[in-house]
Structures are given as structure tokens and as C-alpha cells.
């Protein structure tokens, strides 16, 4: 059990440009979620992959927010056009259960 | 909808005091889960505890208690003689309709920031 990876550990970007993060699950989760979490808040659902299915994604997702899980393991979660309000730590969980397993996040800054 | 309240932002206690953290939740369903997850500074939410809708039993684990009470829609969480290393935000979780994948989301509250005095 190598536990959930998250890539990059933080990422600094100037508005307007668009960032991908990468999420490798543990390996036979077959669900993944992420979710973001802004300083003093709790982690805010954003998406959640059955699989390869994306089955639900949150309102909090506008339409410069894009995530992908192709072959039902590592996931990608891209911000186009990226705004000041972005910044937040984005949190990636796997399950097979409904024990979540977190990586330790990608810091999102942007100027 | 579903929702979790933890109306204890931020809390203080000195080491060996023992303190609980309180958690209210809103769900329509019946059939649900609980949890609670621990976030230490170094940032990487630790699962402590999920707990079926139908098991009102209390739980202990170490110096770790949890009392669920559905007539008051309360999930709250003790920890006895803590300790410095307890220092952390706790968030309490709920996952409605746990088995029916198109409602199997995680909702957290806002985080109780524990901070444990020497």
C-alpha cells in the first residue's frame, strides 16, 4: 500500500494560465474523488470517479474545471483560464470502501 | 441536502484535560455514514472513525470515544488525557446512501482546530 500520490506539491501560476494536477490512486480503489479545500474550511466535493465514470461533479466545478480518470486509474484535474480565486489546496481520495485514503494535496496559488 | 455543523471553530485545552468535539448533522436518508478525520499540520486528512447509521453504539479506541445519538442528529468526539501530538483540525464527515454509487460523496464540516497546551 504505497498511498494516494499527488503531483505537484504546489504549483504557483499567474492568472489566465491553465494548470494540471495528476492523482495516483492506491492501486484497486476503484473510486476516486476530488475535492478542494480554501484555508479554515473543510475539504468541498468537487468530482468523483467510479472507475473510469466520472458519476457526479459538484456545482463548485464551473466550466474551466475538467477532470479525467481514462483507464480507471491516475486521475487529472485541469483549471483553464485560472483565476485568483483558485487557489486552494486540491485534495485527491481513493476508496473501495467508504474509508477515503488522502494524498497530501496540491497547493494552488495563483497571482 | 445533506449537511454537517461544527460549531466549535477553534478550541484550547491544557495537556492531560480531556476535550470533546461536537458535530451535528442534516440528512433525509435513513441509511448513512459518519466519520471523522484528523488533518495534522503536516496537511494529509488521517481517517479515525466511520460509524452505519444503524450502530448507535458508542465507540472507544484508546483515549478516542465517539458518542452517536440519532435523536439529536449529534456525532461527537472525546479524546481523554490528550496530548500535544492531538493537536490538530478534526472534521467530521457524512456520506449519505453509502452502496448507491450515484450519491456515494463525502460531505465534511468546517474543521474544529484543537490546539493541546503543554
Known amino acids: 500500500d504505497t498511498g494516494v500520490s499527488q503531483d505537484p506539491r504546489h504549483k504557483i501560476t499567474k492568472r489566465g494560465q491553465n494548470v494540471t494536477f495528476r492523482c495516483d490512486p492506491i492501486s484497486e480503489h476503484n473510486r476516486l474523488y476530488w475535492y478542494r479545500q480554501t484555508l479554515g474550511q473543510g475539504p468541498e466535493f468537487l468530482t468523483y470517479?467510479?472507475?473510469?465514470?466520472?458519476?457526479?461533479k459538484s456545482r463548485l466545478l464551473s466550466d474551466r474545471f475538467s477532470a479525467e480518470r481514462p483507464k480507471g486509474s491516475f486521475s487529472t484535474l485541469e483549471i483553464q483560464r485560472t483565476e485568483q480565486g483558485d487557489s486552494a489546496m486540491y485534495l485527491c481520495a481513493s476508496t473501495k470502501s467508504e474509508k477515503l485514503f488522502f494524498g497530501s494535496g496540491t497547493q494552488l496559488s495563483v497571482l | 441536502a445533506q449537511k454537517v455543523t461544527q460549531a466549535q471553530t477553534e478550541i484550547s485545552v491544557v495537556e492531560k484535560e480531556d476535550v470533546t468535539l461536537d458535530c451535528v448533522y442534516e440528512t433525509r436518508d435513513t441509511t448513512y455514514y459518519l466519520f471523522w478525520y484528523k488533518q495534522p499540520p503536516s496537511g494529509e486528512l488521517v481517517f479515525l472513525i466511520r460509524r452505519n447509521s444503524f450502530d448507535e453504539q458508542n465507540e472507544i479506541s484508546g483515549r478516542y470515544s465517539w458518542n452517536f445519538q440519532k435523536s439529536t442528529s449529534s456525532f461527537n468526539f472525546t479524546i481523554t488525557a490528550s496530548q500535544v501530538v492531538d493537536s490538530a483540525v478534526y472534521f467530521c464527515a457524512l456520506s449519505e446512501a453509502p452502496g448507491n454509487i450515484r450519491d456515494d460523496k463525502i460531505i465534511f464540516g468546517k474543521g474544529t482546530r484543537l490546539h493541546i497546551l503543554p
Open positions: 470517479f467510479q472507475n473510469e465514470a466520472q458519476l457526479e
